[in-house]
């Protein structure tokens, strides 16, 4: 479930505007009676309702607080290219695990798999399933939400334009940038991360010349070539490490 964070408190009904609102109406085109994760200045979290859509603020009322406790600091989104085989099931597992907020399946250049429209709701029904048994046996507050499948190269665009959320794309020829060095270089206020892994055959060079393009930075793993599973839990793990909540430590200390 998509997670925003509003200023001041959350109350019993309230407005979501600015940029916020322009991305849930007219980017996630949601609806009335759609749910949503809210956190407010004050560390509270809530799951919240949106009832009414105007031309600049969603109205929203507050259905039930989240106690938050296996919930990460930081919202994290992994967007990944589909594997071959059940390995988007293994991903869907152990990113719930490791406290993942949004799954976002994509279709690129060098994806095996092609879905037809049918079998990828079947998938996406599948992965979710999985999803969810995943967050129940760990506890999580908020169960993640897999998106349907999209393509890499409208989801780059998408995500670039998304002012509030870093995104990085875990590409096994960057040479320069850690992916570490990339999360120690966004602010402090910065608290909704995507990371993109690429499917076995890896990037395309169109690919990752699109990513430069939308301004998204390319970082490494390290020195091996991982396999498209390992790749996405280990980006998370980092994720969570360095931002979050992996290692019990408190984020940001
Ligand atoms: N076909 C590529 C090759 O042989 O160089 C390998 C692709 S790898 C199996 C699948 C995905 O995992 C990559 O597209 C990338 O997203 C991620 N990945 C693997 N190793 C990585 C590394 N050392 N740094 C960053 N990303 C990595």
């Avoid at 169960?143 to 959320?165: G, I, M, R, S, Y």
């Avoid at 590409?171 to 850690?178: A, I, S």
């Avoid at 980006?235 to 940001?252: H, N, P, R, S």
Wanted: charged share 25%; aromatic share 4%.
């Amino acid at each position: 479930m998509r997670r925003i964070f509003i200023p001041g408190r959350l109350q019993e009904k309230f407005y979501i505007e600015g940029p916020d609102a322009h991305h849930l109406s007219h980017v996630m085109r949601s609806k009335p009676g759609d749910r949503i994760v809210i956190a407010d200045n004050d560390g509270h979290v809530a799951e919240c309702e949106m009832t009414a859509f105007s031309a600049d603020r969603i109205e929203a009322k507050l259905v039930r607080y989240i106690n938050q406790v296996t919930e990460s600091p930081v919202e994290i989104i992994l967007a990944q290219c589909l594997p071959k085989g059940d390995k988007l099931e293994l991903i869907a597992q152990k990113a719930t695990e490791l406290g993942v907020n949004t799954l976002v399946p994509l279709v690129s250049d060098n994806c095996v798999v092609k879905y037809d429209a049918k079998k990828a709701q079947a998938k996406r029904d599948k992965w979710q399933k999985v999803a969810n048994e995943a967050g129940k046996q760990c506890s999580r507050d908020v169960l993640p939400e897999v998106q349907p499948v999209q393509a890499l190269k409208e989801w780059l665009k998408a995500a670039a334009a998304d002012d509030d959320l870093a995104v990085c794309m875990c590409y096994e020829n960057e040479e320069q940038t850690g992916m570490t060095e990339f999360l120690r270089s966004l602010p402090v206020s910065a608290r909704r991360i995507a990371a993109v892994v690429g499917p076995e055959g890896g990037f395309s060079l169109s690919e990752a010349a699109l990513a430069k393009e939308c301004g998204i930075s390319s970082v490494s793993l390290g020195p091996r070539i991982l396999r498209a599973e390992t790749a996405a839990i280990a980006a998370i793990a980092v994720i969570q490490y360095e931002k979050g909540d992996l290692g019990g430590g408190c984020a940001g200390e």
